[in-house]
């Protein structure tokens, strides 16, 4: 009996999930305790990381810490992603040295152990319990972790590190003195590429990460009106991502209305919104160290103005098709190639573009590239340029029009290396009437799609963006 029940549950949240143009908007987003801390069924995927990278190792060392900026009562702490990456291992002041040597391939040192930091922070792991807990091959404590640091880079052995952290950089240069012969190489040329790929843990971790951020921006459709202020959308979105269990963005939140949904990076979401206004907002939860990367445009009162109807259409379309090219053995570039071709199509449509062969004239109201990778980073380590997507790459779709207030004043000065002052001067005039009718709509839409064997799943398919559906909840 019991069964059925849950079976009929189960089909309930399949249905609210798959039809989201229903009545209901089910997002799954449960909080599942062995997320939020240690789980030992984890700890294979790490070590698999490990191994596969030692074997790429020769006789050269990886050397990583695990806090990459001291952030002095500002932040809270937040593990390196290589460091994270490889050892699973979240505390701050710990160090992770990796090697081919059969004694110590792996070695973990324990973070400080000071009375006086212990009763002001919390307790930290001691040898014993890192030994338990991660199994590295040796441990070593604070204290020692120095000295066997030094004696590695003394031998002059190449060292892999993080190299973006460069007051740890300056400390490994300094051991190794002005004669030494240490070369300290970016670890990301031997950790970037499996980063790319993402395991089926990982997913699980985007596709919770998503779901968080989905929830957070159907809230805001549900409490957005005119006469408030941008934070206070902010607010909604950052409260609903601690609500589940996310201890922080992945990224500075954008939430930008009216004019402000015109700049690319606006961050200080402190404007009074407007009837009238479109409010972007390109947001995402970071979730067991992945973040997510949603934009949804939405109106300010609840209802698109026809020409902002119009906009928003043409980015959606573009976007669709956009995703459609996402499947392996297409390049990561026909993205953005689908997006340009749609939307050239659709502003010449609309009397905004006089020349549908000029590269520029497109990129006058796009500003921006399709895509980027997503992971642990919101711009994810890994090469993109003339490859091929394969299955367990996340990529971000988000194309976007922009009728800035000043656009076209700065024509000229954006584009002079790409067409001459009268061509300029001629398409400014001409748009100028029908431009003048669309100021100040800045609409971007973005999806994190993953690449899978048969095509692609929408990991933010939770997150609302059709136009009955926005405006239905905001109803
Ligand atoms: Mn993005």
């Excluded at 006086?116 to 319990?129: H, N, S, W």
């Excluded at 949804?296 to 928003?312: A, C, D, H, L, M």
């Excluded at 009397?351 to 711009?379: K, N, R």
Aim: charged fraction near 25%; aromatic fraction near 10%.
């Amino acid at each position: 009996m019991k069964n059925y029940f849950s079976l009929f549950i189960f089909l309930l949240i399949l249905s609210g999930c798959t039809n989201p143009a229903g009545r209901t908007w089910m997002i799954p987003v449960t909080i599942d305790p062995a997320d939020l801390d240690y789980s030992p069924s984890s700890m294979e995927s790490f070590e698999e990381r490990r191994s596969q990278l030692i074997d790429s190792l020769g006789n050269s060392f990886v050397i990583l810490r695990s806090a990459s900026q001291c952030s002095a009562n500002r932040h809270e702490f937040r593990p390196n992603n290589y460091f994270y990456y490889l050892t699973g291992y979240a505390d701050r002041g710990s160090y992770a040295i990796l090697s081919q040597d059969p004694n110590q391939s792996y070695c973990l040192s324990a973070p400080p152990q000071n009375m006086r930091m212990q009763i002001y922070d919390g307790k930290v792991l001691d040898v014993q319990e890192i030994m338990e807990k991660y199994r590295p091959d040796r441990t070593v404590s604070y204290r020692e972790v120095r000295a066997l640091i030094d004696s590695i880079v003394k031998t002059g052995a190449n060292i892999y590190m993080d190299r973006s952290d460069r007051t740890f950089l300056r400390d490994l240069q300094e051991m190794a003195g002005e004669e030494g012969s240490t070369q300290f190489k970016h670890i990301g040329k031997l950790v970037d590429e499996l980063r790319v790929i993402k395991e089926p843990m990982e997913v699980e971790y985007m596709q919770k990460a998503c779901n968080i951020t989905a929830m957070a921006l159907t809230n805001v459709m549900k409490e957005c009106k005119a006469a408030m202020y941008e934070f206070e959308m902010e607010a909604v979105i950052e409260g609903t991502f601690l609500e589940y269990g996310s201890a922080m963005p992945g990224f500075n939140s954008i939430v930008g209305s009216g004019p402000n949904s015109t700049t690319l990076h606006y961050e200080p979401n402190k404007r009074l919104m407007e009837d009238g206004d479109l409010l972007l907002m390109d947001v995402g939860a970071e979730y067991g160290y992945y973040t997510a990367d949603i934009t949804r445009t939405i109106p300010v009162n609840g209802k698109f103005s026809s020409e902002q109807r119009s906009i928003y259409q043409l980015v959606l379309e573009a976007q669709k098709a956009a995703i459609e090219q996402m499947i392996p053995d297409h390049m990561f570039t026909d993205a953005n190639d689908t997006v340009t071709a749609v939307i050239n199509r659709g502003l010449t449509e609309l009397g905004l573009i006089t020349d549908p062969e000029s590269d520029w004239q497109v990129s006058f109201y796009t500003l921006h590239g399709t895509s980027h990778f997503l992971g642990m980073d919101v711009h994810d380590v890994g090469r993109y340029h003339e490859r091929e997507l394969e299955p367990g790459m996340v990529i971000t779709i988000e194309p976007g029009i922009y009728f800035r207030e000043k656009a076209l004043e700065q024509a000229q000065e954006m584009f002079k290396k790409d067409a001459d002052s009268t061509e300029i001067a001629e398409f400014v005039e001409q748009i100028r009437p029908v431009y003048e009718q669309y100021i100040n709509i800045g609409v971007r839409i973005e999806d994190d799609i993953l690449v899978t064997t048969g095509g692609n799943i929408n990991l933010s398919r939770y997150a609302p963006k059709e136009i009955e559906d926005i405006e239905q909840i905001m109803r």
